[in-house]
């Protein structure tokens, strides 16, 4: 909002366009880009109830580790840097104490300096864009504590920065519309452009942002349109969606705040299940000083690394889907716990809701989920704590020019507070997957990039499991069929029971990776691995030949992959391996396994005329004719 003056001046035109503009410049409504101005008097007024006190105490004691750091250090280094910028600027928004806007204006100053990233249209656009973000936020949160002089500063950076974001994301960058770069891209400057304030009303009869909002708000639609599948799964990843939607979910809530026919249903449809995708997925598994995993699927890491993603659904989401989202939210985040260095906290103190009644996802059908576009299908035992249970099977159907691992036709198992059947990681090597390898000597190093197909699934009514069948391999195994059963029928007295049944032309090893901390208890027929929390997975090979041919040694999680590669991260530790067990066969197999808590028996699982038993109860495989077809995809 911009109020005119009616003046008289008589000195040079530049003079007066000066005048004109900082005189305009301090006349502006802020905040307007993820909350607005009339929002904060309910937001502030509730902060000293529960549970927004314990939010806003955390917050302020990762703001004061920031200032402690910042004192010591000697060296600009961006994402540290960007990380107190916003932290700094949140606790101002909330608490309009004004020694946080003058830290976060410190930070700020130090960005502006920045000419090996921030000012570089050559340099990585994934930390340009977050540094114009980050600034974006600075500035739309402590406008009314900054000096005039700091104001004109930051909104020329802003300005110029965003429109050569949008221009390139740099030299290195993937320019793929389904890529997350793209979400970052955008993401950054449709939120600018809705903070940036236009003052030189003289030379514009309209904004200059206009022209650039309009095309970002396309290219995002167009992103996000791509990116995601129609059921909601992200075509890249669930950890990848996640960073994405940290720049894509505040654009969007821009957006809501701007506009008043914005809805996320009209602006993205294909967008509003995935939080039922993530949530059903993610298990509330201690990591560190946070909580949730998901399946490492694509070329990925298993950690739900942002409770603010989650946050923002709370007020980006439809209704009907807030009850359940609260409820995952209290699952996952607690309010007297770290984080992360940017303030993430912040957006549950945005966008909790106090009057939305929280509600176990079970009773919105969040126990399972399945998408037939990648061929993806995920069946979860409960909501209830980190002993959860969520099994998942990737077809790998259809492929996006972004992050693509070569997962085709796999399986994952998260369950009792502890990863057990992984994958590998932020690499494109094989080894590191959990699936039937064609030869008995060397594994391959590279995917060959194979598709799969998703022949054939089920969601059992009762919500105690369900089956999928697919084909492919991105291994070079031949003609590969799997039929993936899970059960979570408390009759076969075990907490989960999972049966893989594999066919090929060529299939010779039988792999599942899992993390080294696992130990490995070999079995004349399998193996059983063992959790530091004492929970047990056993696994049952079906054959008359034993006692069974196998193998096992530690695999780089990750591969040769260094940036961006934490490990695996478990109960507060980093772990950099996962541990492969290879079994041999020729050809096909048959592997039963059962899940149980520490302390508790395994039931015996045999074969019995063609029929697989499990304790006394038999198990009734689902017909497999949709294995006999063709197995090749185009």
Request: charged share 20%; hydrophobic share 35%; proline share 5%.
């Amino acid at each position: 909002m911009i109020y005119r003056l009616a003046i008289s001046f008589t000195g040079p035109v530049p003079v007066l366009l000066l005048l004109l503009n900082s005189i305009a410049l301090a006349q502006f409504n802020h905040p307007r880009g993820i909350v607005s101005y009339e929002q904060l008097t309910h937001i502030r007024a509730r902060l000293s109830e529960e549970p927004y006190r314990s939010m806003l105490a955390t917050l302020e004691r990762t703001g004061e580790d920031h200032l402690v750091v910042s004192r010591q250090e000697t060296e600009y280094e961006p994402y540290t840097v960007s990380d107190r910028l916003a932290t700094w600027a949140y606790l101002y928004l909330l608490t309009e104490n004004p020694k946080w806007a003058e830290h976060a204006g410190r930070a700020a100053e130090r960005i502006l300096d920045d000419t090996v990233f921030f000012t570089n249209p050559l340099a990585k656009g994934l930390t340009r864009a977050r540094l114009l973000q980050k600034l974006a936020f600075a500035y739309d949160f402590c406008y009314a504590a900054w000096p005039e002089t700091r104001r004109k500063v930051v909104n020329d950076a802003l300005f110029s920065v965003m429109y050569s974001v949008h221009s390139t994301m740099g030299y290195a960058a993937n320019y793929s519309i389904e890529s997350n770069w793209m979400g970052v891209r955008y993401g950054s400057v449709l939120l600018t452009s809705h903070v940036w304030d236009w003052s030189d009303t003289i030379r514009y009869k309209r904004s200059p942002a206009l022209p650039i909002r309009w095309d970002a708000t396309k290219r995002l639609q167009d992103h996000i349109q791509a990116n995601i599948y129609s059921s909601g799964w992200n075509a890249e990843s669930m950890s990848y969606h996640i960073y994405g939607w940290t720049f894509v979910g505040p654009a969007l809530l821009a957006l809501q705040n701007n506009l008043s026919s914005f809805s996320l249903d009209d602006f993205a449809p294909n967008a509003l299940e995935t939080l039922h995708a993530l949530m059903t997925s993610t298990v509330a598994i201690e990591l560190n000083q946070k909580k949730g995993m998901t399946p490492d699927l694509s070329d990925d890491d298993p950690m739900f690394s942002t409770g603010g993603v989650l946050a923002m659904g709370l007020s980006l989401y439809p209704p009907e889907q807030r009850p359940a989202l609260k409820w995952m939210h209290d699952y996952l985040i607690d309010p007297t716990e770290y984080d992360g260095p940017d303030g993430q906290l912040a957006y549950s103190l945005l966008y909790y809701p106090d009057s939305v009644q929280s509600e176990n996802p079970a009773e919105s059908d969040w126990l399972s989920f399945y998408g037939e576009e990648p061929g993806a299908v995920v069946w979860r035992n409960r909501f209830q704590d980190e002993n959860d249970i969520v099994a998942a099977y990737h077809a790998k159907a259809s492929r996006v020019r972004g992050h693509q691992g070569p997962d085709t036709n796999t399986i994952r198992l998260l369950g009792l507070g502890v990863p057990w059947i992984i994958g590998a990681g932020r690499t494109g090597f094989t080894a590191g997957q959990s699936n039937f390898f064609p030869d008995t000597t060397e594994t391959a190093e590279r995917d060959d990039r194979g598709l799969g197909k998703l022949l054939e699934y089920q969601i059992y009514s009762d919500d105690k499991g369900g089956y999928a069948m697919g084909s492919g391999s991105a291994m070079g195994t031949q003609d590969h069929r799997r039929l993936f059963y899970v059960s979570y029928d408390a009759s076969f007295e075990a907490s989960g029971v999972f049966v893989v049944k594999d066919t090929s032309a060529n299939g010779q090893r039988w792999r599942i990776n899992t993390p080294e901390f696992n130990q490995i208890e070999t079995q004349d027929d399998g193996f059983r691995l063992i959790a530091p929390t004492g929970a047990s997975l056993k696994v049952t090979v079906l054959t008359d030949e034993l006692p069974l041919k196998t193998d096992t040694g530690k695999l780089r999680y990750g591969g040769k992959t260094a940036q961006h590669n934490l490990g695996i991260i478990y109960q507060e530790k980093s772990y950099e391996n996962s541990r492969y067990i290879d079994v041999y066969c020729d050809q096909a197999i048959t592997v039963v396994m059962t899940l149980q808590p520490s302390g508790q028996p395994h039931p015996e699982v045999s074969e019995q005329n063609g029929k697989i038993r499990i304790g006394e109860k038999y198990l009734d495989l689902p017909n497999q004719s949709a294995l006999l077809g063709s197995s090749k995809t185009e």
